[in-house]
């Protein structure tokens, strides 16, 4: 029961005591995972010939009327916080996304899709207390990574735009749980940076492979 223990990779070795291999799928080692959504998407394609078309998104923090809206798949940002009462205090940030892995958006007009499951809003009394500090070097955010990876480093690299170190601290083995950020004291932005990190690494290597 402690997070991010939901995540696939994570409970296919705690239930089994297997590890899936870097950059690989649950289905590499024969194990294949749905969650509740999902069997319950599949009832309604199956029995009730209903595609996903429709899903159920929380909406909170600084709003009138914090909710648990079914909406339709596309529905804006800004529409679903207008249907819950709409801003409380002067808004300051949006997340699109659960509190741990979601996505900070600049825009009101992004839609929600079948992984949106949540819309966070901050207000500027409430933002500041999130602003990033220094890094203290207390080593939180390699007891919490569930991947075992250098939180702290990686980010470190990254900033100096050094992405061959991240590729070498296994950036790419990141499953953006959040849960780095979330113990920070210093409230960097490790998640973030990492996930950024992952994608250079990605691009760099595929340009490798097209140029060699």
Known sequence: TVYPTGGEKQLVELLTDQEVPVGGLTADIGIVLINVATSFALADAVCFNKPLIERYTTVTGDVQNPCIVKNPLG?????????????????????????????????????????????????????????????????????????????????????????????????????????????????????ANITAAKSKVAQLQEEAKESA
């Open 75 to 191: 529905t804006l940002a800004g529409e679903l916080i207008d249907f819950a009462g709409g801003f409380q205090g002067a808004p300051s940030k949006l997340i699109l996304g659960g509190p741990m892995m979601g996505k900070a958006v600049n825009t009101l007009k992004v839609p929600v899709t079948k992984g949106s499951n949540g819309v966070i809003v901050f207000n500027e009394e409430t933002d500041w207390l999130y602003k990033e500090n220094p890094c203290i070097r207390c080593n939180k955010c390699v007891e919490a990574c569930p991947m075992r990876l250098m939180p702290m480093e990686i980010d470190q690299y990254y900033r100096a735009g050094d992405y061959q170190k991240c590729e070498d601290l296994l950036a790419e083995a990141c499953i953006n749980c959040g849960a780095c950020t979330f113990v920070c004291p210093a409230k960097r932005s490790l998640a």
